[in-house]
T-cell receptor, first 112, second 113 residues
Framework: SQQGEEDPQALSIQEGENATMNCSYK?????LQWYRQNSGRGLVHLILIRSNEREKHSGRLRVTLDTSKKSSSLLITASRAADTASYFCATDASGGSYIPTFGRGTSLIVHP | DAGVIQSPRHEVTEMGQEVTLRCKPI?????LFWYRQTMMRGLELLIYFNNNVPIDDSGMPEDRFSAKMPNASFSTLKIQPSEPRDSAVYFC???????????FGPGTRLTVL
C-alpha cells in the first residue's frame, strides 16, 4: 500500500537551528500532508501540499514536493524547544480512495 | 468546537474482557477514522466511515474487532475478547472531506494484561 517513509528516524538539534525532515513515497499521489504529534497527544495537521504544487509555507514551516523524485521535505526554521515532537507525512495514492497512509515518523528533539 | 472527543483516555483491562472505545467527531464532519498506533507497526488505519456508513474495514485485524457509527456524532470501537497484543493507543479522527486534513482526538491508551 502507498506509504510515505520519513528520514531520518530521529533528529536532535539545538534551539535556533533549522530542522529538515524528508518523506519518500512509492507511487503517484494526489496530496501529501505533514502532521506533528507531541508526546501523549493526537496528531495535529501542519500542511497539505497537492501534487501540482512545489512549495508551501506556514509560519516557520516550509514544505517542498518533488513528484519526479517522489519525495517531500519539511523544514522548520529557527527551531524552538516546543517543536520537540514526532513528525509524520501522509500520502494518498492517485486514482485511489484519497485515504492518507502515514509513515513511521521522524522524532525531533530540540535542546534548549 | 471542542474538537474530537475520545473516551476513556486510559483503559486497563484483563485478557478476555470486552473493551469499548468511544469517539465523538467534530460536528459537520462526514468522515470518521479509527487508527491504532504502536511502536512496532506505527499508525494503522483500522476502519473509516462516510456519513455513518463503514466504507473500508480492511485494516481491522480480526473478528474480535468491530466498529459502529449509529449516528453522526458517535462511534464505538469494540474489542471482544481483548488480548495483550491489542495494547496500543487508539485514535479517532474526523474530516470534512476525505482528502482534507484530519482532526485527531487525544487517543485512548489501552493496556490488556
Amino acid at each position: 500500500s502507498q506509504q510515505g517513509e520519513e528520514d531520518p528516524q530521529a533528529l536532535s538539534i539545538q534551539e535556533g537551528e533549522n530542522a529538515t525532515m524528508n518523506c519518500s513515497y512509492k507511487t503517484s499521489i494526489n496530496n501529501l500532508q505533514w502532521y506533528r504529534q507531541n508526546s501523549g497527544r493526537g496528531l495535529v495537521h501542519l500542511i497539505l501540499i497537492r501534487s501540482n504544487e512545489r512549495e508551501k509555507h506556514s509560519g516557520r514551516l516550509r514544505v517542498t514536493l518533488d513528484t519526479s523524485k517522489k519525495s517531500s521535505s519539511l523544514l522548520i526554521t529557527a527551531s524552538r524547544a516546543a517543536d520537540t515532537a514526532s513528525y509524520f507525512c501522509a500520502t494518498d495514492a492517485s486514482g485511489g480512495s484519497y485515504i492518507p497512509t502515514f509513515g513511521r515518523g521522524t522524532s525531533l528533539i530540540v535542546h534548549p | 468546537d471542542a474538537g474530537v472527543i475520545q473516551s476513556p483516555r486510559h483503559e486497563v483491562t484483563e485478557m478476555g474482557q470486552e473493551v469499548t472505545l468511544r469517539c465523538k467527531p467534530i460536528s459537520g464532519h462526514d468522515y470518521l477514522f479509527w487508527y491504532r498506533q504502536t511502536m512496532m507497526r506505527g499508525l494503522e488505519l483500522l476502519i473509516y466511515f462516510n456519513n455513518n456508513v463503514p466504507i473500508d474495514d480492511s485494516g481491522m485485524p480480526e473478528d474480535r474487532f468491530s466498529a459502529k457509527m449509529p449516528n453522526a456524532s458517535f462511534s464505538t470501537l469494540k474489542i471482544q475478547p481483548s488480548e495483550p497484543r491489542d495494547s496500543a493507543v487508539y485514535f479517532c479522527a474526523s474530516s470534512g472531506q476525505i482528502y482534507n486534513e484530519q482532526f485527531f482526538g487525544p487517543g485512548t491508551r489501552l493496556t490488556v494484561l
